[in-house]
């Protein structure tokens, strides 16, 4: 009889703790980002500046505009993407094949998408707990921007 | 074709069915979902690399497979362990592949002793508790190639290349010794995931009890057949046992019909009911998207 209310409590104990905690980091995630938007704020123009050079940067950009398709083995077999390249730089990346990939790592492993546009690369880091499938995009998109280089 | 009488079988018979029932659904979810199990682990290991790294914990789809788990595991019992799990139905694979081999040399089964086993069921606790601090220090990246389940996942999907993997095939290769001998070796001794589940506080609904009154004097065939050794608890009790995997065998071998789960009018190892519970969790693994 004890053991089952002692375990109920723990369990409800450590639900609490990891909300509890979730919460913290999110407040203090919010007060980062007040004081990250007050600094942009402030130097606007600046940022402005290097935004207006960095598009002409990627205008004069190292990628060929279109739509380029890559291959590369993930971990049950191959994982095909499709990269569109606008304006000289990765816009956009789709998964338009990976069927032997399991559902929960893959959609772990698309979070190395946003991170790849954000590089402008495919030089990033894995995910970790889905490593096959992750370096598999990685490595397809290499391979597409391979062929995208100019 | 002929149809059978469910209502008029033999005590036998009925025991081949329920374990016949339980080989196929055991086998459909090898085949088509094997990755539950280390998803979920992933969950926990993903839980503690982030409290360690003192990042938010988002809901990814490792923790929301992990939470399912716990839950359905809360409500069912270890069904999932007993009947879904790849990695458990691979040892109960083995095991039987043993035991028939031995029957047809005619030579007796190696079994362990049972104070050798209940002092092994503590070792899962440790190896929960190594892996965890692991990720909570950040360098469980670093034990790549060292884990028996990534072999055993990879050779499942038919993927050999195994380098880098020599301690993760050498332990997979000793586990398999294991499950030969002792009967879910694995998900009783070493399974980190076992080890939290059976932390879990099982609701009374499907747990397994015995009417202790009503029993044999000196019988204790329930906990011969069981994989565990579990002496059951007494009826209406809230007592969890956290070790039963819900194989239901205990169900079919009393001799008195005294197991039974706490649904009022059900002993827990019906056709229907089986079904019904391994269809719930079908659904909940389709909705995850597993």
Redesign the interface.
């Known amino acids: 009889m004890k053991t089952f209310w002692v375990r109920a409590v723990n369990l409800v104990l450590i639900v609490a703790l990891l909300i509890g905690y979730n919460t913290v980091l999110t407040l203090r995630d919010k007060d980062d980002q007040i004081a990250k938007l007050t600094a942009d704020l402030e130097s606007a123009n600046l940022y402005k500046q290097s935004v207006m050079q960095s598009q002409e940067d990627a205008a004069g950009g190292s990628y060929e505009d279109g739509i380029w398709k890559g291959e590369a083995q993930g971990f049950g077999g191959a994982i095909q993407v499709e990269v569109t390249v606008e304006g000289g730089s990765i816009t956009d990346i789709s998964i338009v094949s990976a069927e032997k990939e399991d559902g929960a790592y893959l959609s772990m492993a698309e979070d190395i998408i946003p991170t790849i546009i954000d590089a402008q690369s495919a030089d990033v880091d894995t995910i970790s707990g889905a490593t096959f499938s992750s370096t598999g995009i990685k490595n397809a998109v290499a391979q597409a921007l391979e062929e995208a280089a100019k | 074709m002929s149809k059978i009488d469910i209502h008029h079988l033999t005590k036998k018979q009925r025991k081949q069915m329920h374990g016949w029932l339980r080989a196929i659904i055991q086998l459909l979810y090898f085949l088509f979902l094997p ?2 199990y280390t ?1 979920a682990f ?1 969950g926990v ?3 503690f ?1 982030q ?1 360690g790294a ?4 988002g809901l ?3 923790v ?2 992990l939470i399912v788990l716990c839950l359905y595991t809360i409500v069912f019992g270890r069904f999932f362990c007993g009947f879904a799990c790849a990695f458990g139905s691979f040892g109960d694979a083995v095991h039987f592949v043993y035991v028939w081999i031995c029957k047809k040399i005619k030579k007796k089964p190696v079994k362990l002793p049972e104070t050798v086993t209940s002092k092994l069921s503590m070792v899962k606790y440790v190896v929960l508790a190594v892996i965890v601090l692991l990720c909570f220090k950040g360098v ?2 670093q034990t ?1 190639g060292y884990s028996p389940w990534d072999v055993f ?2 050779m499942h ?3 050999f290349k195994l380098g880098g993997y020599l301690l993760g095939v050498v332990l997979l290769v000793l586990i398999m010794v294991g499950m030969a001998v002792q009967e879910r070796f694995f998900c009783r001794f070493l399974c980190p995931m076992g080890a939290v589940f059976s ?4 609701l ?1 609904f499907f747990t397994l009890k015995r009417e202790r009154e009503q029993c044999i004097k000196g019988c204790s065939a329930c906990t011969k057949q069981c994989p565990s050794d579990i002496g059951l608890p007494e009826a209406g ?4 046992s956290g070790d039963c995997f819900q194989c239901q065998k205990c169900i079919d071998t009393c001799p008195r019909m005294n197991i039974h789960c706490g649904l009022p009018g059900l002993k827990g190892n019906e056709v229907v009911l089986t079904i019904i519970r391994a269809l719930i969790l079908l659904g909940l693994f389709i909705w ?3």
């Open positions: 990755s539950a998803a992933a290991k993903y839980i690399t409290l003192g990042e938010k914990i990814t789809s490792f929301s497979v469980y990246s790549q996942s990879m999907a038919f993927n932390l879990l506080p099982m009374p009790s809230l007592d969890v995850l998207g597993i």
